[in-house]
């Protein structure tokens, strides 16, 4: 059952709006109250909302503005929808607005979304995790306006040679490029840059450490992206999954060997 003077965090998904999921899209079209990341979201998603609901573009609002709006919605016994794009675990900076709700006795919720990362894996038809090439995805951003730890920085994370997905790099992609070189990422390492990945406007750019900030660049992408590294975008060879290996046995079933 919905409950009323509550605040949800709903991770809208990607940007396509068949990407949301059924709870998040439930939620959407109960909300009395949507306060919305209009700077990021396709704006599509709102056509889930009911007639009469009150919309909110953050992207033009404080943190103040933001919470005093959930908080009054919330205490008039509304249900608030508060909408991220993509995942709002990935730099969604919920938790400072969690932190006020509460100090507000608000309840609140997290509804998880699909990431850009899901759907860039997606629509390149490349698995992140190949066995023999990654076991390991590295989520991280590049230092900007909010500040890294030094063992955070693309240098340090790169000399793991893992998948790497990079969130807020595009503005500086040179730098980028130049730190995972000091990291020790061959040039010839693939590297794939995925805009807006499942809108209608979704670009794809392929190539490998040594041409990939030019190729962006005569895309035209300034933003809005996110780059993927490593080896798993195309592998010269990997390892099968022990999962399906007929001779490997685990608790739903037993192997060939030991039948």
């Given at each position: 059952?919905?409950?009323?003077?509550?605040?949800?965090?709903?991770?809208?998904?990607?940007?396509?709006?068949?990407?949301?999921?059924?709870?998040?899209?439930?939620?959407?079209?109960?909300?009395?109250?949507?306060?919305?990341?209009?700077?990021?979201?396709?704006p599509e998603i709102?056509?889930?909302?009911?007639?009469?609901?009150?919309?909110?573009?953050?992207?033009?609002?404080?943190?103040?503005?933001?919470?005093?709006?959930?908080v009054d919605a919330?205490?008039?016994?509304?249900?608030?929808?508060?909408?991220?794009?993509?995942?709002?675990?990935?730099?969604?900076?919920?938790?400072?607005?969690?932190?006020?709700?509460k100090k507000e006795?608000?309840?609140?919720?997290?509804?998880?979304?699909?990431?850009?990362?899901?759907?860039?894996?997606?629509?390149?038809?490349?698995?992140?995790?190949?066995?023999?090439?990654?076991?390991?995805?590295?989520?991280?951003?590049?230092?900007?306006?909010?500040?890294?730890?030094?063992?955070?920085?693309?240098?340090?994370?790169?000399?793991?040679?893992?998948?790497?997905?990079?969130?807020?790099?595009?503005?500086?992609?040179?730098?980028?490029?130049?730190?995972?070189?000091?990291?020790?990422?061959?040039?010839?390492?693939?590297?794939?840059?995925?805009?807006?990945?499942?809108?209608?406007?979704?670009?794809?750019?392929?190539?490998?450490?040594?041409?990939?900030?030019?190729?962006?660049?005569?895309?035209?992408?300034?933003?809005?992206?996110?780059?993927?590294?490593?080896?798993?975008?195309?592998?010269?060879?990997?390892?099968?999954?022990?999962?399906?290996?007929?001779?490997?046995?685990?608790?739903?079933?037993?192997?060939?060997?030991?039948?």
């Open positions: 059952m919905l409950v009323k003077g509550k605040v949800f965090f709903v991770g809208a998904g990607p940007g396509d709006p068949e990407l949301i999921t059924l709870k998040g899209k439930k939620l959407l079209e109960s909300a009395d109250v949507i306060v919305y990341a209009g700077s990021l979201l396709n709102l056509k889930f909302s009911k007639q009469g609901a009150k919309l909110y573009d953050s992207a033009v609002m404080s943190l103040d503005e933001i919470i005093k709006t959930m919330a205490k008039e016994g509304k249900t608030v929808v508060r909408l991220h794009d993509g995942d709002p675990s990935f730099y969604g900076a919920i938790k400072e607005q969690m932190d006020h709700l006795g608000v309840e609140y919720e997290v509804v998880p979304g699909v990431s850009s990362l899901q759907a860039a894996a997606a629509s390149l038809k490349r698995e992140l995790t190949l066995p023999g090439v990654s076991q390991t995805v590295i989520i991280t951003r590049p230092e900007g306006r909010t500040p890294v730890t030094e063992a955070e920085n693309l240098a340090e994370l790169a000399k793991h040679k893992a998948t790497m997905a990079i969130f807020l790099g595009i503005p500086a992609i040179d730098t980028v490029v130049e730190k995972l070189r000091l990291g020790g990422y061959s040039e010839d390492t693939p590297v794939t840059v995925v805009y807006k990945a499942s809108w209608r406007e979704e670009k794809i750019v392929k190539g490998t450490l040594s041409d990939i900030a030019e190729k962006v660049r005569k895309a035209g992408i300034k933003s809005t992206a996110l780059i993927l590294v490593g080896e798993v975008l195309n592998p010269k060879s990997y390892g099968y999954s022990k999962l399906y290996d007929a001779g490997f046995t685990h608790s739903f079933r037993k192997g060939q060997k030991d039948v």
